[in-house]
């Protein structure tokens, strides 16, 4: 878990990962369960490598774990973090995408890929 000079610092790692919208999207895309990076990016529609790096800008800010499982690695939203569980920062991002038409659409694709594998 990363060390921050101020709770400041915290919240601006926070918003820095969170400001482009494939990140938004990844954060959004793990509220319920691990998922495999390889669903992640049938979900994005994007190349391996740069699913890999979003979440690896995620992971650096706190926001989300890992786990490797065999040869694939899982992603979760973090459990615990100095800010992140009663945060009014990420429970904010939170309430105001869940209903989004993109998030809800983002959903429906990874539920889609992870019942194909």
């Not at 065999?70 to 992140?84: D, M, P, Q, T, V």
């Not at 009014?88 to 990874?110: G, P």
């Amino acid at each position: 878990m990363a060390k921050y000079k101020s709770e400041f610092d915290a919240v601006l790692i926070i918003f820095k990962a969170l400001s482009d919208s494939n990140r938004l999207r990844l954060y959004m895309a793990l509220e319920e369960n691990e998922v495999c990076v390889c669903h992640l990016t049938d979900m994005l529609n994007l190349a391996p490598s740069t699913v890999s790096k979003h979440l690896s800008i995620l992971k650096q800010a706190n926001l989300i774990e890992s786990i490797k499982k065999g040869k694939w690695i899982y992603y979760f939203r973090s459990k615990e973090s100095s800010l992140r569980e009663d945060s009014s920062v990420t429970q904010a991002v939170i309430n105001s995408l869940q209903n989004d038409h993109q998030t809800k659409k983002d959903t429906r694709r990874l539920k889609k890929v992870m019942e194909v594998s």
